[in-house]
């Protein structure tokens, strides 16, 4: 029961997270200043602060970390990197939106991992039955 609960909220910030970072940086790309926007510069470092300690709860109660998880975790500081990069006002337009995609497609793969407990994620399509 309580690990269906921490993983309800684990992905239900997954779903948060990914969203506000996605309005930002769209936001970024059509000039609109969500910066000046405190709620918007908050909520997402107390989102995925609850996304962390429910996904460390969950390691916890699981006892052992399986191949899938650590790939989710190699992949995280990419992301954050590569968020950080397109949400940065400093960088050049065209990184913004390079480092955006890349983002969203790593992301995008560290979901996949998630959903089918694989450590090629998405890639697992690929593999001869």
């Known amino acids: 029961m309580i690990y269906q609960t921490l993983k309800w909220v684990h992905v239900s910030c997954v779903a948060i997270s990914v969203t506000l970072y996605m309005g930002r940086w769209t936001s ?13 510069k908050m ?42 990069t397109s949400l940065s006002p400093h960088r050049k337009a065209w990184v913004q939106v390079l480092s955006g995609l890349a983002a969203m497609v790593t992301v995008g793969f560290m979901i996949s991992v998630a959903i089918n407990h694989d450590p090629i994620g998405v890639f697992r399509l690929l593999k001869p039955r």
């Open 28 to 40: 970024d790309r059509y000039g609109f200043d969500w910066r000046r926007f405190r709620v918007l």
């Open 43 to 84: 909520v997402p470092h107390i989102n995925d602060t609850v996304l962390l300690l429910a996904g460390i709860g969950m390691l916890h109660l699981m006892g052992i970390v399986p191949d899938w998880v650590w790939v989710k975790l190699a992949f995280l500081p990419v992301y954050v990197v590569l968020a950080s």
